[in-house]
């Protein structure tokens, strides 16, 4: 993207936490408050107290947008954007809808309640790195990258397990919030919001739907310990990390000089990679699995946890590919209708072609792990995902001497 | 509706089982065909064996097709349509939608594979069922009422049991399915379908996803062992079991002065009803409350599964609803902008409201049971729903005595 591009698309997300408000009293509370004025006076009598929990459910509504207030307020400045929001480009309805999605992130990541959720892989990892780099010094030059970093609860913990951590991530909704939370020196449990004011099925009590979770369970700058050895690259994981050429030109993978050296100088430049509940949000899982055996070293690990459930499954729309060619850079044999959706690859497939012909080893391997997603414990919510872990070994190039 | 419209409806439902082989090709196969042609040389020598499995998952397909040519072969003369599919109205893309979910609801009800997930509710309503009424004489007397019936099966295992059952159901795509399944004369196991091969997400292995299934998994006419005390009816279930008067007119319930009379015969007419996986598809949750009330004769039982999972919870649509004179008939205080979703009551309120307005006393109540939803025991599927059983009575109506 050229930087006006850029900064639209970072527009949009800010106005998007900037509109949450209108948008979520029009989409949650208004049309229940209207269904509501509807029913009969005898349907109302049943219900006497409904009226007065769609008036609490409004001051939750607005105690969020409160909070995004906040995180606009604070990310103007630090991003260089333009001051009037009036200014600022239009979100579209699936900017919108992110901003009702990222509660649910921020609760999987920046809250006590969901810590056994992150627990089912943070157990798995740290008796993997106690084992493997158990000395303190060591860890300091040892390089971890997280694509998919979210707003970087793992970045954070890792770095407090005294590793160097490079987040990547390519939402803004996701970068913006992330710096929000990271950087912001907030008290533990400073911060409330009402992450569940936007769900209707599967609660308990409409008292459980409307209680407020306070964020961030930890103080951050105390996990972080003036190490400064996190990072956050924003951008395609392919694109920033991938081979130098070869895979396919497309939105997620640029033919541009720069980029392709930027991506050489990445090659073998990581001890591990581990992806959370990433691998199955791409059009291409051959990309990624390119990408991840192109940045780690020889003999480095890749860590995996999640969930196979492919994002662009039931997606219609088609995007652009094309050949990168190398020694001009130019784009040929444009491909104008690739499908989003396709190579959805099974976990035994998956796990077959990344041995067999990505040169990784099995070194552990768990399946059928259950897991919320940023569930509530004490509700009657839906019950999540069957989550796969593995902890794969890339094989070390032999030399053959004759 | 008109007999007019009603045979449009029932024609669009035929036609989209009809035209199914096209759009899942089209959906499904095509799409995934376009992506393999698109990787480079490089990554379709990775996945060698990807061509032919998309073979395979063509095939599936177009046996799933000549599955519902059956089926539509059959119906075309039992619901005495317009012998010509070129002259039969189209289905729209919802419609289309239908006939992959059918697979699903087929797997869920007349499948060896998902008899667990049958037994869940069912195990709890024959313990209650051997206790309450264990003599065989007196259960051939004792109504049934089962709404949200889909494809039959708990009609026929209770019919089995020695009950007297009705199912009601609004969906055509589920009555013409049941109608063809339950009276098909169908061997054990003589169908062959391929449900699983319109979702890429979750599989273990590709030769899992294309496995096939034996349906159904009982001889139907054995278990309803010549005895006719089976029926299903077709639509509302507001409209043909409610109160008289006294719900609001909509699309799902009518002022017309038959169908008032047909409710008022209905009242207290039934002594069980059984809701499975059906209370949280209405748009007004007390105007169900009010129906089984209605229905059930003092005394009677209300036995629930299922979770609270709200169909409408995210539909921006609006219904128009109205007052019936109960004088006139005539509809009045019409309302076109009653948003469809709103009204999605807790468990906790749920329970309440039928406990102290519509006069129930708890029996049993469990919640929390954890529950699939036509899936795959074997796999690494979605894990599915958590579930609430209750067993409500329906209080006799106590006469004071000065």
């Given at each position: 993207?050229?930087?006006?591009?850029?900064?639209?698309?970072?527009?949009?997300?800010?106005?998007?936490?900037?509109?949450?408000?209108?948008?979520?009293?029009?989409?949650?509370?208004?049309?229940?408050?209207?269904?509501?004025?509807?029913?009969?006076?005898?349907?109302?009598?049943k219900i006497p107290w409904y009226g007065k929990y769609l008036g609490e459910?409004?001051?939750?509504?607005?105690?969020?947008?409160?909070?995004?207030?906040?995180?606009?307020?604070?990310?103007?400045?630090?991003?260089?954007?333009?001051?009037?929001?009036?200014?600022?480009?239009?979100?579209?309805?699936?900017?919108?809808?992110?901003?009702?999605?990222?509660?649910?992130?921020?609760?999987?990541?920046?809250?006590?309640?969901?810590?056994?959720?992150?627990?089912?892989?943070?157990?798995?990892?740290?008796?993997?790195?106690?084992?493997?780099?158990?000395?303190?010094?060591?860890?300091?030059?040892?390089?971890?990258?997280?694509?998919?970093?979210?707003?970087?609860?793992?970045?954070?913990?890792?770095?407090?397990?005294?590793?160097?951590?490079?987040?990547?991530?390519?939402?803004?909704?996701?970068?913006?919030?992330?710096?929000?939370?990271?950087?912001?020196?907030?008290?533990?449990?400073?911060?409330?919001?009402?992450?569940?004011?936007?769900?209707?099925?599967?609660?308990?009590?409409h008292e459980?739907?409307?209680?407020?979770?306070?964020?961030?369970?930890?103080?951050?700058?105390?996990?972080?310990?003036?190490?400064?050895?996190?990072?956050?690259?924003?951008?395609?994981?392919?694109?920033?990390?991938?081979?130098?050429?070869?895979?396919?030109?497309?939105?997620?993978?640029?033919?541009?000089?720069?980029?392709?050296?930027?991506?050489?100088?990445?090659?073998?430049?990581?001890?591990?990679?581990?992806?959370?509940?990433?691998?199955?949000?791409?059009?291409?899982?051959?990309?990624?699995?390119?990408?991840?055996?192109?940045?780690?070293?020889?003999?480095?690990?890749?860590?995996?946890?999640?969930?196979?459930?492919?994002?662009?499954?039931?997606?219609?729309?088609?995007?652009?590919?094309?050949?990168?060619?190398?020694?001009?850079?130019?784009?040929?044999?444009?491909?104008?209708?690739?499908?989003?959706?396709?190579?959805?690859?099974?976990?035994?497939?998956?796990?077959?072609?990344?041995?067999?012909?990505?040169?990784?080893?099995?070194?552990?391997?768990?399946?059928?792990?259950?897991?919320?997603?940023?569930?509530?414990?004490?509700?009657?919510?839906?019950?999540?995902?069957?989550?796969?872990?593995?902890?794969?070994?890339?094989?070390?190039?032999?030399?053959?001497?004759?």
């Amino acid at each position: 993207m050229s930087d006006g591009e850029e900064a639209r698309v970072l527009e949009k997300a800010l106005s998007s936490y900037y509109h949450y408000e209108e948008y979520a009293l029009n989409e949650i509370w208004k049309p229940r408050m209207c269904k509501w004025m509807s029913l009969s006076n005898l349907q109302k009598s049943k219900i006497p107290w409904y009226g007065k929990y769609l008036g609490e459910l409004k001051r939750c509504i607005m105690k969020n947008a409160e909070f995004y207030r906040l995180v606009v307020q604070r990310s103007v400045a630090y991003w260089g954007c333009n001051p009037n929001p009036d200014q600022w480009s239009q979100p579209t309805s699936y900017d919108m809808d992110k901003t009702v999605l990222m509660f649910t992130q921020i609760l999987r990541e920046w809250s006590q309640e969901c810590q056994d959720e992150r627990d089912l892989l943070l157990t798995r990892l740290r008796a993997f790195l106690n084992q493997e780099i158990p000395n303190k010094f060591e860890r300091r030059v040892v390089k971890v990258l997280i694509p998919g970093a979210g707003l970087g609860r793992l970045i954070v913990d890792l770095v407090n397990d005294g590793f160097c951590v490079e987040g990547n991530e390519t939402s803004y909704h996701m970068l913006l919030l992330s710096r929000f939370i990271l950087n912001g020196e907030h008290p533990k449990e400073g911060l409330t919001i009402y992450p569940f004011v936007h769900t209707f099925s599967h609660q308990l009590s409409h008292e459980h739907q409307l209680r407020p979770i306070r964020i961030p369970d930890v103080r951050i700058s105390e996990m972080l310990n003036g190490v400064c050895s996190m990072s956050m690259s924003a951008g395609s994981f392919v694109d920033l990390y991938g081979p130098p050429l070869g895979i396919k030109w497309s939105e997620y993978y640029s033919a541009d000089i720069e980029m392709i050296r930027y991506r050489e100088q990445n090659a073998s430049s990581v001890r591990i990679v581990v992806t959370n509940f990433f691998i199955d949000t791409g059009s291409n899982i051959l990309d990624y699995l390119e990408t991840i055996s192109h940045v780690l070293e020889d003999g480095g690990y890749w860590v995996n946890f999640g969930p196979l459930m492919y994002h662009y499954e039931n997606d219609s729309q088609v995007e652009v590919t094309g050949d990168i060619d190398p020694t001009t850079g130019e784009v040929k044999n444009v491909n104008r209708f690739v499908p989003v959706k396709g190579l959805e690859l099974s976990l035994n497939d998956l796990i077959q072609v990344a041995c067999d012909q990505y040169a990784f080893d099995i070194i552990a391997k768990e399946i059928g792990i259950k897991s919320g997603y940023g569930r509530d414990p004490t509700g009657i919510a839906l019950l999540g995902y069957m989550c796969n872990y593995w902890l794969f070994k890339k094989r070390k190039k032999s030399f053959s001497i004759c």
